[in-house]
C-alpha cells in the first residue's frame, strides 16, 4: 500500500514558477516509479512527468518539456515537480501516482493516487 499526498499548487501569473510536493509512504516496490499528471476541467487526466528511480531516467510530455522538472528526496520521500513559464493551459489539477506495472506516462499504468493539488494560471 502507498500513501500520496500532494501539496504546493496555487494561483500565479503567466511566467511564474511554482513546486508541488509529494509526500510518500508504503511499498518501495510501488515506487520504483513516480509520476506526475494533471486534469483539467472536462479534458482527460495526461501524464507530464514520469521517473524511474531504479536506471535514474525521467520523461515528460511535449507540452512541459523544458519548462518542468520532476525530482526526488530520498531522505524524506518527497516527490517533487519544478514549474517554470507557466501558462495559462497549464492550468489544472495535479495529481502524483505511484505503483505502476509500467514506467510511463499513461494512466492506465498507475494503482496509487493521491488527491490532488489545484494550481491556476492567469493571464
Known amino acids: 500500500q502507498v500513501s500520496l499526498i500532494e501539496s504546493g499548487g496555487g494561483s500565479v501569473q503567466t511566467g511564474g514558477s511554482l513546486r508541488l510536493s509529494c509526500a510518500v509512504t508504503g511499498s518501495a516496490d510501488a515506487r520504483k516509479c513516480m509520476a506526475w499528471f494533471r486534469q483539467a476541467p472536462g479534458k482527460e487526466r495526461e501524464g507530464v512527468a514520469v521517473?524511474?528511480?531504479?536506471?535514474?531516467?525521467?520523461a515528460y510530455s511535449g507540452s512541459v518539456k523544458g519548462r518542468f522538472t520532476i525530482s526526488q528526496d530520498s531522505a524524506d520521500n518527497t516527490l517533487y515537480l519544478q514549474m517554470n513559464s507557466l501558462r495559462p493551459d497549464d492550468s489544472a489539477m495535479y495529481y502524483c501516482?505511484?505503483?505502476?506495472?509500467?514506467?510511463?506516462?499513461?494512466?492506465?499504468?498507475?494503482?496509487?493516487w493521491g488527491q490532488g493539488t489545484q494550481v491556476t494560471v492567469s493571464s
Open positions: 521517473f524511474n528511480f531504479d536506471i535514474n531516467v525521467r
Open positions: 501516482a505511484a505503483g505502476g506495472p509500467y514506467c510511463s506516462l499513461s494512466k492506465y499504468h498507475y494503482k496509487y
